[in-house]
Structure formats: structure tokens, C-alpha cells
């Protein structure tokens, strides 16, 4: 949305929403860009003759926030790439990621940019210094390159003791991230907030026992599929986590996450991109 005109002209102009993050999630960005995005940006995407966005929740944004009129927004979801996250053998995924990263004990996993406070990675430190005293073997593995407020989540690791329990992988190749999944005892995400979130859906389509926050729209992308969790309360991440180690050889369990995973297709997304092209261009989106 950072790039639609700020003056409507003789030509419609459809625009695309991802989230409305920083009306939610306070410090999310820099005092200039928070500045922007607050004040800005709503009055830009009314603007719009139409407004495409990538889920249920963040189209509640916009009529909320932008005051956009609901036949003016539609919802359609991303996809993901299907010929990457499938299920690998996760003995073929540990081998890579032996090779690659010296990566050999159980892990649970969190791909996401270590931004604090917005991806909560210091209250699933918290939770996961109690499951690390259960499970003496488990590791928590961070895949994500360091962003503003990386050195929170360093000094947590610190003050927890779990340097030698936290492996900080830092920025991983995309093709690595089906081994991470594959391989993994569970994926968790707690984020405090997604338009999206891709990571929960790429991990389903791996087969990954997943976790995650009930928050924005992860608890709609969730569908009832995987446990769920208030990402500020620890207790309620480490009993999230609990259940997901239980219950990781349910098989039924596996092929619905990843048949419900399969329903996220860009070809279906630009078929529905290009009917809003075609139905703004008609007249059918302009007012």
C-alpha cells in the first residue's frame, strides 16, 4: 500500500493490503515510518477505487480503520509454493541439516525475523526455559535474520541461561526451510501479529506438529487445525507446545494439516486477482 498515489486520477487504481500492523502492535517500526503508517496511510487506501487484501482479518482492518465501504475490499488469500513445502523424509531433512548446520538433536523451530517486540520471541523463551528443564534433549532453533530489537531477544537468551539450549541460525536460503519443518518436533509461532503468515501454512504443507498465536489473523489461518495460544502468556505457549509433542505421531492429524495446506494456490489467487482487474476495468469496482 506504500506505493499507491496519493491522488486519484482518470485511471482506477486497485491496491493491495497485506496488514495494518501498526495499529495493533506498538514500537512496530520507527518513530517516522510508525508516523506514517498511522496517519498516512489510511486516507491513501480509501483513495483506491478497490482493495484487494490476504485475509478475513486484515479486510476488518481496513473497514475499520481506513473506513473503506466492505463492497470496495476483498479478501484473497496467498498461496504458497507447493513444489517446495511438501513433506520431506525427516530423516533425508535431519542429514541436510546435520550437514548444513551441525544440527543434530530434536528442535522445535521459529522462522521469522528476530523483531522484538512484534514476533514474540521473548515469551517463547520464557515458555521454552520451563520445557527445556522436561525435555533435557529438546532445542529451540531460530531461523531468521536479526532485525530492530535483536539484542531483547540476545539478552533474554542470557538471562534465561539458554545459550547453549537456543541455536541462532540466522538468515536461512528458503530451500532449507522445508528441512527445518520436516525435521522439526514442532514448529511455534508466536507472533503477535500477521496479515498472513506464511511460515503457519508452509509448515502444515511439510507435515510440521505447528503452534501457534491465537492472535489477528493466525487463529482464522489455524482453522481448528493446531493448538493455539495467547502469545504474551508463556503458560499458555508451553501447554501449546505440550500438546503438540503429544499428539506429533497422530497421523490423521498430519495428512489434514497438509491437505488443508494444499488448499493455498497461486493459481487460484491471480485467477481471483485478474476478476478484480477485470471487474474494476468494467466499472464494477469504481465509486
Known amino acids: 500500500y506504500r506505493r499507491l498515489p496519493w491522488i486519484r486520477g482518470r485511471v482506477p487504481v486497485v491496491g493491495t493490503v497485506h496488514d495494518l500492523a501498526a495499529f495493533s502492535v506498538e514500537g512496530k517500526y520507527d518513530r517516522l515510518r510508525m508516523f506514517f503508517n498511522l496517519k498516512v496511510v489510511p486516507p491513501m487506501i480509501r483513495r483506491a477505487a478497490f482493495i484487494m487484501t ?34 520431506i523424509a525427516p530423516s533425508a531433512a535431519r542429514a541436510e541439516l546435520v550437514k548444513r548446520y551441525d544440527l543434530s538433536a530434536p528442535f522445535l523451530v521459529y522462522v521469522a ?33 536479526d532485525w530492530h530489537g535483536a539484542e531483547v531477544v540476545e539478552a533474554r537468551i542470557r538471562a534465561l541461561g539458554l545459550e547453549e539450549r537456543v541455536i541462532r541460525l540466522g538468515f536461512v536460503p528458503e530451500e532449507m526451510v522445508p528441512c527445518l519443518y520436516s525435521a522439526c518436533s514442532a514448529m511455534v509461532f508466536p507472533s503477535l ?52 509433542l503429544r499428539t506429533a505421531g497422530d497421523e490423521a492429524a498430519r495428512r489434514a494439516r497438509i491437505e488443508y495446506a494444499a488448499g493455498f494456490q497461486w493459481a487460484r489467487a491471480a485467477a481471483e486477482v485478474l476478476e478484480v482487474y477485470r471487474e474494476v476495468g468494467r466499472g464494477g469496482g469504481v465509486v
Request: proline share 8%; net charge neutral.
Open 54 to 87: 490476504v485475509s478475513r482479518f486484515t479486510r476488518d482492518d481496513i473497514l475499520r480503520i481506513a473506513r473503506v465501504p466492505a463492497q470496495r475490499v476483498r479478501v484473497i488469500y496467498s498461496g504458497i509454493d507447493h513444489d517446495r513445502f511438501r513433506p
Open 113 to 145: 525475523r528476530i523483531e522484538h517486540p512484534a514476533k514474540g520471541h521473548v515469551r517463547l523463551l520464557d515458555a521454552f526455559a520451563e520445557l527445556a528443564r522436561e525435555r533435557p534433549e529438546l532445542r529451540l532453533v531460530f531461523a531468521g535474520a
Open 193 to 244: 501479529f500477521e496479515g498472513f503468515g506464511f511460515p503457519l501454512i508452509e509448515a502444515m504443507a511439510c507435515g510440521a506438529p505447528v503452534a501457534c498465536s491465537d492472535t489477528s489473523s493466525l487463529r482464522e489461518l489455524a482453522a481448528g487445525l493446531v493448538p493455539t495460544f495467547d502469545p504474551h502468556q508463556p503458560v499458555q505457549i508451553l501447554e501449546a507446545i505440550r500438546a503438540c
